[in-house]
């Protein structure tokens, strides 16, 4: 029978206890919990009885489990702890041409077929063998100061994720400006200068589905601002407000002069394609091929005219199913190129594309299928 002091455990049920108080056939048993509950006594066990427990007393007054408890502490402080050295980092592989900056930094819609309601990333990549300090800083017109965005270290060949952006946030992108030094680790390099970049963003090209454009970065189109390119900062144009109305006068002034005048808009040759013995036509769209002249022509305006002679060409055998047309545009730059695959992912995108033959064009020819 359980006596006061004694450690018992129920019998028909989980749990036990102390006994603090006897009454008849009743004890009353302290659980772990501080509880007292009162149970029959033919519903206990007694576990350690209280003369049991005085007994494991030792002679220095600490209970059997204390000098056991004890003697464990100190079986664990003469093990001894080791530390595993932490492994060497791996040598940074560099790539050719890598020593020339090249360094982009775009932003990408998350749902590029929902402009209206989509959020946008910002994505920074260092195409060079270079580490770079950067600081990435915008400013929205009629703020007083710029704001860093992000800065940190980014590692050589790589590309990483800067930032979230809602709508309203880009809607205060209206100039956005770099910072960076460039340096090597543990190995001799050209020395690069500090830059700092400063460009002007049009905001509501962000929500025009025309406005971005494939990268050779990137997997979806973009709007991309260039910060440096083969080791030359994109800085962007500034005019010279103290020197215009000089430059205005001397054109008025030009403008003047009796000159005999050519009419330089595009004269275009008569045949723009030509069937070769397998039934493909080619289009050469380089300009020599394409104008008799192209004196009074800027650059934009040669590209344009290209595209339009394309678009043209595709256009007139849309309805011929299983037509092959090679494009020859060079390579050059790769700016006619990129003109052209953007009009075939976008516009001309149902057709089957790839490279033409290599041993009869050269490298910069593209091969259109039409379906």
Not at 48 to 61: I, L, P, W
Not at 180 to 202: C, G, H, I, M, S
Not at 297 to 308: T, W
Request: glycine fraction near 6%.
């Amino acid at each position: 029978m359980a006596k006061v002091g004694d450690i018992v455990r129920f019998l028909s049920s989980t749990g036990g206890g102390t006994v603090v108080k006897v009454d008849g056939q009743i004890a009353h048993v302290e659980e772990d919990d501080g509880f007292v509950t009162p149970v029959l006594m033919k519903e206990l066990v007694v576990v350690s009885a209280a003369g049991e427990q005085a007994m494991r007393k030792d002679v220095f007054g600490g209970t059997a489990q204390k000098k056991e408890a004890d003697e464990a502490e100190r079986r664990s402080k003469e093990v001894k702890t080791v530390v595993p050295e932490a492994p060497a980092p791996a040598p940074m592989l560099e790539t050719p041409g890598g020593d020339r900056l090249n360094v982009v930094f775009a932003y990408e819609a998350m749902e590029l077929k929902h402009l209206s309601t989509t959020g946008f990333e910002a994505y920074l990549v260092n195409d060079s063998n270079y580490y770079l300090y950067l600081t990435y800083l915008s400013r929205a017109d009629g703020d007083e100061g710029w704001t860093t965005r992000w800065a940190g270290l980014v590692e050589p060949n790589i590309q990483i994720f800067i930032e979230e952006l809602t709508r309203e946030q880009v809607a205060r992108l209206d100039r956005v400006a770099f910072q960076y030094v460039a340096f090597k680790r543990d190995k001799p390099f050209a020395l690069k200068a500090p830059v700092a970049v400063e460009q002007r963003l049009d905001t509501t090209k962000f929500f025009k589905l025309h406005c971005f454009h494939a990268n050779p970065y990137f997997d979806e189109p973009v709007i991309a601002v260039d910060i440096v390119k083969n080791d030359i900062p994109q800085r962007a144009m500034t005019i010279d407000s103290s020197g215009l109305e000089e430059a205005l006068l001397q054109k008025k002034r030009r403008d003047a002069r009796p000159v005999k005048r050519r009419d330089i808009a595009p004269q275009p040759k008569k045949s723009k394609a030509q069937k070769n013995a397998e039934g493909t036509l080619v289009v050469d769209l380089h300009a020599g091929e394409l104008l008799d002249t192209t004196a009074g022509m800027s650059p934009a305006d040669i590209l344009n005219y290209q595209v339009d002679t394309f678009r043209s060409v595709m256009d007139e055998n849309l309805r011929n199913h299983g037509q092959k047309i090679v494009f020859i545009h060079g390579k050059g730059e790769g700016v006619l190129r990129q003109a052209l695959t953007k009009e075939l992912n976008y516009r001309y995108k149902e057709h089957r594309v790839q490279d033409a033959s290599f041993r009869e064009y050269g490298y910069g020819a593209t091969q259109v299928t039409i379906k």
